[in-house]
């Protein structure tokens, strides 16, 4: 019997290495990536760039927002028709015609007082100055232990209000970014053994549970940005994922960073054309 079982142990580790050494991501075909955001920024009329040079923008955040914005930098070098003047201030008198404006807001592993303080800041000055405003939590502030339903009700509540408050600002939802676990044969062999809670897939499986809530909201007429989508969509149009349970969740597809959340630099690159795309695009 101990035999047997030894045995069983054996042949589940070689399919465990196997499916782990196949789920390992390889390097993004950046040529391919910057094709399609080339396609995608020339299709947008240089007359609605120029439109979107003209407004306000205000953008609360942590890391992953200066990996943004790093992005968008990089793309106004290799797109002059894209004229935005990147400003850090939590000062609204301080904005001018153009300005995209950002500042940190709250605190890291404390989605509450990211809230409070954006929509603080929104209150003091911002909502009478800016005509988009947005602000995104962090991978870290949404985790196994988290109360996903909680801080997506302060968070859709603060968003409300805010829109009532300032019906000339644009707000726009973020969804919550995803990382890409560091996962181990040990982990394909708890899968194989079914195993329903799975820790290195718990903190995902939240930050999925919490975008879900937000894409719903679509149907309130709400303008999202669903980072969590660009940041899991490889080049072909799949999307980088796990099963657990007979459920599938999203992650952050490994060429996209080099350290498990933040974005590398054609990462970057990619979320920032598409959140300039959805800028464009509201300004029509």
């Not at 101990?2 to 069983?8: D, G, N, P, Y």
């Not at 050494?21 to 760039?49: F, H, V, Y």
């Not at 000062?91 to 995209?100: C, I, Q, T, V, W």
């Not at 409070?116 to 995104?136: C, P, R, S, T």
Request: with cysteine; proline share 3%.
């Amino acid at each position: 019997m101990r035999v047997k079982s030894f045995l069983l142990f054996l042949f589940l580790a070689f399919v465990a290495v196997m499916l782990f050494a196949c789920s390992k991501g390889g390097q993004m075909p950046e040529k391919e990536i910057m094709a399609s955001i080339n396609k995608k920024l020339r299709e947008i009329p240089d007359s609605t760039w120029e439109k979107l040079s003209k407004k306000k923008i205000y953008f609360g955040h942590q890391s992953v927002g200066f990996n943004i914005l790093d992005g968008v930098k990089d793309l106004m070098k290799e797109y002059p028709q894209i004229k935005l003047n990147i400003v850090e201030t939590k000062d609204p008198k301080e904005l001018r015609e153009g300005d995209f404006a950002h500042s940190r807001v709250g605190t890291n592993v404390d989605p509450i007082s990211k809230i409070d303080e954006f929509g603080d800041l929104i209150n003091n000055g911002f909502g009478d100055q800016v005509d988009f405003a947005f602000m995104k939590l962090c991978y870290v502030d949404i985790n196994a232990k988290s109360d996903v339903v909680e801080i997506f009700q302060q968070y859709k509540n603060k968003m409300e209000a805010l829109k009532i408050g300032f019906p000339q600002t644009h707000f726009i939802y973020f969804t919550v970014p995803l990382t890409h676990q560091k996962t181990s044969w040990k982990t394909s062999i708890k899968k194989l053994i079914g195993k329903k809670e799975i820790w290195e897939y718990a903190d995902n499986i939240k930050r999925n549970e919490f975008n879900q809530m937000l894409v719903k909201e679509n149907k309130s007429n709400v303008l999202i940005f669903d980072i969590a989508k660009v940041e899991s969509t490889l080049p072909g149009g799949q999307r980088s994922s796990f099963d657990l349970a007979g459920e599938t969740y999203f992650q952050l597809a490994p060429g996209y960073t080099n350290d498990g959340g933040h974005l590398n630099e054609i990462a970057r690159k990619l979320v920032a054309s598409e959140l300039l795309i959805s800028l464009a695009n509201a300004v029509e």
